[in-house]
């Protein structure tokens, strides 16, 4: 017997194939296995192998390392966010897991990243450091340059995510004020040979941007930090010990971070083993295996989450209109939006851009719009995102919800809860920023 269409359970079905195309410990492996060279050299090499690292999908990742490469591990040292350890930190034996906060760094994880930069103070030039990088690295990664503390970093990411900031921008900012950004653990993993393994969670895979590049070159300058602060006004928000930096760098008081011309980086080898693109892909696949016509429309989609809704919703509508492909249609987004906060609700942008977007389609029925953080946290909150209907708001209102109350709140998460419409899929153990399906038929 044929099931009945089911546009949820479809959905489902595309989240879960997307987020499989993306396992960390598949891409470890999917990259050693196209590399044997690379593994033959980490074997044979004379030298001890460390692993360090800081990442959501950090442990699933050593699982893998370790896994391969076995008693030839010396020591290691990898940084999870919270809640992320779970039923996969017991396969470790050489490499320990620390739990810390994200997105605010928090005590934990300054005290693993110093474990981080003490264990590679011990490295010779026939050692390995095998550098485990995925989203919310940034975070997790975090020790102070000098004259800066923990404080400092906390406030300044608390400013810059309340203005707005892209990740860009706040890993440029990060980059200045960190003794492990912007190129600065693969000086102090020097002499040793150091491969990077990375999960990219920025959009278009930017090497130096993705964890703010801690074993990459820094194209960015003390110059571009300060036209940020500039940018959102922050001369006041942000610590007087961060402008005092910052000021500092900017007149060559205090020398910029390693750029491309540093001979150390003649020992180092960046790999992007997974990405957005990856799993949108998948994404597609998973679609059209359902029966609909996929496409990938782009994996750059950026800006303010209730903008980026309404072009979303503009998008669904014109499938429904017969305009692009023919229905059941498909399309798929990548990319990674910004909030700007201006209530005291509770969600993250993709519940925000679902709540956006259910708005607009508001009376479209047959559409739905799913709005997706592969991490599987959406902002501070335990749900990835949220299932937007054109029949969203008309149930909304038949349980006494304002939905644009709820938006102006910031306050998604309360809205699609009361609805059952949140996507929750627990710590996916990956991070390769979001995914959008436009789903009509």
Known sequence: MTEPFDPRRIAWQIINHALEAVDPAKAVNNYFDA??????????????????????AGTPMAAAVSQRFGSKIAAGQIIVKYHHTTGQANVLEQVKISEAGHPVPDQAGFSAAQAIAQLLEQTREDDIVLCLISGGGSALLTLPAEGLTLTDLQETTQALLAAGATINEINTIRKHLSAVKGGSLARLAAPAQVYALILSDVVGDPLEIIASGPTVPDPSTFADAWAIVEQYDLET??????????????????????????????????????????????????AQEAGFNAQLLTTFVEGEAREVARVVAGLAKGLAKDEGLPRPACLVLGGETTVTIRGNGQGGRNQEMALAAAIALQGWDSTLIVCLGTDGTDGPTDAAGAFAFGTTIAQAEKLGLEASDFLNRNDAYNFFSALDDLIITGPTHTNVNDLTFILVW
């Open 35 to 56: 590399q044997p060279d690379i593994v033959d050299h980490i074997k044979s090499t004379p030298g001890r192998l460390f692993v360090v690292g800081a990442g959501k």
């Open 237 to 286: 928000a942000l610590p007087a010990p961060v402008i005092q930096r910052l000021q500092a760098g900017l007149v060559g008081a205090i020398p910029d971070t390693p750029d491309r011309q540093d001979p150390l980086f003649n020992r180092v080898t960046n790999a992007i083993i997974g990405s957005n693109r990856i799993a949108a892909r998948a994404a597609v696949a998973a």
